[in-house]
T-cell receptor, first 116, second 114 residues
Framework: AQSVTQLGSHVSVSEGALVLLRCNYS??????LFWYVQYPNQGLQLLLK??????LVKGINGFEAEFKKSETSFHLTKPSAHMSDAAEYFC??????????????FGRGTSLIVHP | KAGVTQTPRYLIKTRGQQVTLSCSPI?????VSWYQQTPGQGLQFLFE???????NKGNFPGRFSGRQFSNSRSEMNVSTLELGDSALYLC?????????????FGAGSRLTVL
């Protein structure tokens, strides 16, 4: 079974500081990995995805993530936080299910708090 | 390009009632999946449909059901509501449901059971 662990349910940073949100996964096969962001009262939006091409993946809004197979990690970073980055962030890994489609397993989410 | 539309956005029901939620996917997307989001359990997969067929189902009781129509629109139904069914129900669509397909989510239907 696949699982996703996001370390830290809350991360607090100052505006302009580095953002680091941690994600570790377990998977028996090469995974498809995603980061999504959820703003209040909205659904999830894709930030970036890893599909076995480049290990460093660039996403929207200045975010990027690095796939490290040896560490089974896919941490999300942004060099300089903006107030508008305050949101809930979810890491997800997909698995091939019995019905032939891919089902995502989501981490519990990390709430990013940005202080002025 | 219109996004994923979920209706209703908010609803309040009492225990024992049933509820039907609707999801209109992005045009051309044939896979629709549903998720339950709660503070305690996070995001849990409910089921996934493709071309009117349920391909996969999560670990939820039979009170949770769904269907997909020929135009890819989907509905989910929860019968005999319980307090624990209070949650944000999210629908997502993708082109085919393959591994690298990005899910596009709707804004959700927030269900409160009293």
């Amino acid at each position: 079974a696949q699982s996703v662990t996001q370390l830290g349910s809350h991360v607090s940073v100052s505006e302009g500081a580095l953002v680091l949100l941690r994600c570790n996964y377990s998977s028996s096969v090469p995974p498809y990995l995603f980061w999504y962001v959820q703003y209040p009262n909205q659904g999830l939006q894709l930030l970036l995805k890893y599909t076995s091409a480049a290990t460093l993946v660039k996403g929207i809004n200045g975010f990027e993530a690095e796939f490290k197979k040896s560490e089974t990690s896919f941490h999300l970073t942004k060099p300089s936080a903006h107030m508008s980055d305050a949101a809930e962030y979810f890491c997800a890994v997909t698995r091939l299910a019995s019905g032939g489609s891919y089902i995502p397993t989501f981490g519990r989410g990390t709430s990013l708090i940005v202080h002025p | 390009k219109a996004g994923v539309t979920q209706t209703p956005r908010y609803l309040i029901k009492t225990r024992g009632q049933q509820v039907t939620l609707s999801c209109s996917p992005i045009s051309g997307h044939r896979s629709v999946s549903w998720y339950q989001q709660t503070p305690g359990q996070g995001l849990q997969f409910l089921f996934e449909y493709f071309s009117e067929t349920q391909r996969n189902k999560g670990n939820f009781p039979g009170r949770f059901s769904g269907r997909q129509f020929s135009n890819s629109r989907s509905e989910m139904n929860v019968s005999t509501l319980e307090l624990g069914d209070s949650a944000l129900y999210l629908c997502a669509s993708s082109f085919s449901g393959t591994g690298a397909n990005v899910l596009t989510f709707g804004a959700g239907s927030r269900l409160t059971v009293l």
